[in-house]
Nanobody, 124 residues
Framework: QMQLVESGGGLVQAGGSLRLSCAAS????????MAWFRQAPGKEREFVVY???????RYADAVKGRFTISRGNVKNTVYLQMNMLKPEDTAIYYC??????????????????WGQGTQVTVSS
């Protein structure tokens, strides 16, 4: 089992920044692929970014160049630095973990564990 707790969401003006954190406890964090997904009202859950155990990453086109994911294996935490935020980034952001190999970590169905989510609201 792995427990994930997100924090760091809030209200920010367009062009501003936020840093989300996801603290993991339980089974091995360092060998898991960690990801952020988001879900806006009335929309399906959307891939944002993942980071594998070797720290390789993949970003959705919508956030490339603005968001940065990182992981701290000592603190069992994954971070999402979000810069140049836009109103369309408004959503609940979920931290997710996969303990198994996948050929498509951008798919939400590939993850075994997820947190309760943290709200990010970007005003125009």
């Amino acid at each position: 089992q792995m427990q994930l707790v997100e924090s760091g969401g809030g209200l920010v003006q367009a062009g501003g920044s936020l840093r989300l954190s996801c603290a993991a406890s339980g089974r091995s964090f360092s060998s898991s692929t960690m990801a952020w997904f988001r879900q806006a009202p009335g929309k399906e859950r959307e891939f944002v970014v993942y980071i594998r155990s070797d720290s390789s990453t993949r970003y959705a086109d919508a956030v490339k160049g603005r968001f940065t994911i990182s992981r701290g294996n000592v603190k069992n935490t994954v971070y999402l630095q979000m810069n140049m935020l836009k109103p369309e980034d408004t959503a609940i952001y979920y931290c997710e973990a996969s303990a198994y190999y996948s050929s498509n970590y951008a798919h939400p169905g590939e993850y075994n564990y997820w947190g309760q989510g943290t709200q990010v609201t970007v005003s125009s």
